[in-house]
């Protein structure tokens, strides 16, 4: 596996890609490849959501208990 530029995330590339391509055509229509960018994007950030989730379960009460 290859290592990423730490310059931008993997979701801010991909919003900037379907960004050009909404406004070079007035909608996705039906473009296949418009469509996997945006399931792309999706699934970027639910894996982005998910391990938010898994990080403040791992975390528990502790900071509640704190506070």
């Known amino acids: ?4 530029p730490v310059g931008e995330s993997d ?3 991909l919003k900037k890609k379907i960004a050009v391509r909404v406004t070079k055509e007035a909608k996705l229509s039906g473009d296949p490849a418009a469509r996997s960018l945006h399931k792309r994007l999706k699934r970027v ?3 982005r959501r998910a391990l938010a989730l ?3 379960h ?3 009460n502790q900071t509640e208990a704190k506070s």
């Not at 596996?1 to 990423?4: D, G, L």
């Open 45 to 47: 950030q639910r894996k």
């Open 1 to 4: 596996m290859a290592k990423k």
């Open 54 to 56: 898994r990080k403040k």
């Open 58 to 60: 791992a975390a528990g």
């Open 11 to 13: 979701e801010v590339r």
